[in-house]
């Protein structure tokens, strides 16, 4: 995932949101996860977990896809994905999620 527009200051800092796994990953996580120092990939923004602030829009990203609903902190970016119908997505990049035990 990569951010199609910016934000110049990120939107918010810390709260709730969804992200988007792939099939393998979903069954064992509840917990906190955290990006440390990484070889930046994207000159633009720095590394972070990409999720939705919305639970519509990480269905629209990949409806097929588990998604988990997960508390974050350490918000690097915000801004905009274009997948759906090349509607663009509202997204936040953050270094640190919980992700929340499925039914929560």
């Known amino acids: 995932m990569c951010l199609a527009t910016v934000d110049e200051k990120p939107t918010v800092t ?10 393998s990953r979903d069954g064992h996580l509840t ?7 990484r070889p930046q990939q994207a ?4 590394c972070g977990y990409h999720l939705f602030p ?3 829009g990480a269905i ?3 409806d097929s896809s588990p998604r988990r609903k997960v508390s974050f902190r350490g918000v690097v970016a915000t801004g905009t994905q274009s997948r759906y119908r090349g509607k663009p997505l509202r997204t936040i990049v953050a270094r640190e999620i919980y992700i929340h035990p499925k039914g929560m």
């Open 54 to 56: 919305t639970e519509r």
């Open 31 to 37: 917990q906190w996860m955290s990006i440390e120092s």
């Open 43 to 46: 000159k633009r923004y720095p």
């Open 60 to 62: 629209a990203w990949a």
């Open 14 to 23: 810390e709260g709730e949101g969804w992200k988007v796994f792939s099939h």
